[in-house]
């Protein structure tokens, strides 16, 4: 039998900001060398047995995003973008009725940490043999403290000590701290985030214990669009659709629903505590100074940061923002993302930057008649041809080598090379390098918005 993996990939990770933001949360950030913990969760899937080819659930706006990681992990899977977040209960139900109503499917988010991907993949393949169509299975970890995020698992452990699947006699979602410490004291396990479930068991437990939840999903699903191997949704249709967890919705109130005890290291990195565990301390970097400060976690990019009388803290600094907060602390982010939006600060530096499929830009100045932008063009891709009605654009080429397209002449430009783009002419930048493109581009007119690129010819579909 074959397993299908949903990736659940909608997550915003606040608890990690300044680094993870709306437009870049955590499961796209190359916190682990090259590598983000969304191509992590493709590579380790990939090494089941009988695995399927993926289907990865997010916002429409991270689109470019996941299609980047699967070209990255040379795989071929299926995208489904909601126009905005409706919680897990949907997104299951969602791709639960978009599958074969025969599939085994195998629901796991895509911001979490873990180790020993032998061990992942022998439990997965175990949990597969023994389970039946008609159950509910979630993956328990064993608790190293009290934790107030997590979900908790109460199991009949009384049963043949060689089951692989012990039956769920009790579940709670995100006690309280007292309740959490009880929970630690009496054997329960945290929940994992991990689900398995037939096809046609899941759709049938959503439908009975979630059914308004269900019904405004198949109105949403009834009208969706598909495109290559792309699903995407009305708005209208969405918003109706209740915004409810999968735990709260079913798994607490289930009487189908085993747990598998889970023998990887396991790590849902919700915050700048659990992230630093994995992270080398990087105070020695020549930007950090430290006089009679110890065990503090501090990054920068570039800005020169010194301490003086600070212990046991976390700093990160971004072009836009700094956190500095106490180790053991950093549940608290949340709060300050809250405040912060609540505030309405942050709303500008979300627009300073965009991922496209070809790359990215980021806005670097802006007056009434001038903006300034740097382009990076990632190997082998170019940008659409278009041309624009209020502005002219001159380039200037930072890194790299450019085939530059202006009406009907070519250019090849290099590093310190630079080319005035007209108004109304048309144009497109080309990297036919395996080596990223870096232009520094100064647009002059009297609009700059996006919607004044006219696109001629455009590869990704826009």
């Known amino acids: 039998m074959s397993i299908k993996p949903i990736i659940l990939c909608g997550g915003t990770g606040t608890r990690l900001w300044p680094e993870s933001r709306k437009k870049l949360p955590k499961q796209f950030i190359n916190f682990f060398n090259k590598d983000n913990l969304l191509d992590l969760t493709l590579k380790r899937i990939s090494l089941i047995k009988n695995i399927e080819s993926p289907v990865i659930i997010s916002n429409e706006e991270y689109r470019f995003h996941i299609s ?3 070209e990255k992990c040379s795989i071929r899977g299926t995208s489904i973008f909601e126009p905005i977040g ?6 299951i139900y969602i791709s639960a009725v978009l599958s074969n ?3 085994e499917l195998l629901f796991l988010p895509s ?3 873990i180790k020993n991907d032998k061990f992942f993949r022998s439990t997965i393949e175990n949990v597969l043999k023994y389970k039946s169509d008609n159950q509910w299975v979630i993956f328990g ?7 107030t995020g997590y979900g908790y698992i109460k199991i009949n452990d009384n049963t043949d000590k060689q089951d692989i ?7 709670t979602e995100k006690p309280k701290i007292d309740v959490a410490k009880h929970y630690v004291k009496n054997n329960y396990l945290w929940n994992a985030g991990i689900f398995m479930g037939n096809t046609k068991m899941i759709i049938n437990s959503i439908k009975n214990l979630a059914p308004d939840i269900a019904n405004k999903c198949d109105v949403a699903i009834k009208n969706k669009k598909i495109e290559n191997n792309n699903v995407f949704f009305k708005l209208d249709d969405f918003k109706k659709i209740p915004s409810v967890s999968i735990d709260f919705s079913v798994i607490e109130k289930a009487d189908n629903v085993y747990c598998a005890k889970c023998e990887f290291d396991w790590d849902d990195l919700g915050n700048w505590d659990s992230l630093i565990k994995y992270k080398k301390n990087v105070s020695s970097n020549k930007n950090i100074v430290q006089i009679e400060s110890n065990n503090n976690f501090i990054k920068t990019n570039k800005k020169v940061i010194a301490t003086v009388g600070i212990n046991n803290s976390i700093i990160v600094d971004t072009n836009d923002a700094l956190l500095i907060a106490k180790k053991n602390k950093s549940e608290k982010v949340k709060n300050v993302v809250e405040q912060l939006s609540k505030n309405k600060i942050f709303e500008a530096f979300e627009n300073n930057f965009e991922i496209r499929p070809w790359g990215k830009f980021e806005n670097l100045f802006e007056t009434n008649d001038c903006k300034i932008k ?3 063009v990632d190997p082998k891709k170019s940008l659409s041809l278009q041309y624009h009605n209020f502005r002219s654009e001159h380039w200037l080429i930072i890194k ?3 085939k530059v397209i202006l009406n009907d002449k070519v250019y090849t430009l290099k590093k310190g090379n630079s080319i005035d783009i007209p108004q109304k002419s048309v144009h497109r930048i080309i990297n036919e390098t395996k080596s990223k493109l870096i232009i520094i581009e100064i647009q002059m007119g009297t609009y700059f918005g996006e919607d004044d690129i006219i696109r001629i010819k455009d590869q990704y579909g826009r």
């Open 165 to 171: 699947l012990k039956k769920v006699l009790k579940f």
């Open 141 to 147: 970890i064993k608790p190293n403290e009290p934790h």
């Open 111 to 113: 911001d979490h940490l």
């Open 101 to 103: 109503h025969k599939d």
């Open 374 to 376: 740097q382009l990076t």
């Open 68 to 70: 980047k990681a699967l």
């Open 400 to 402: 790299g080598t450019a």
């Open 86 to 91: 409706r919680n897990t209960t949907a997104a």
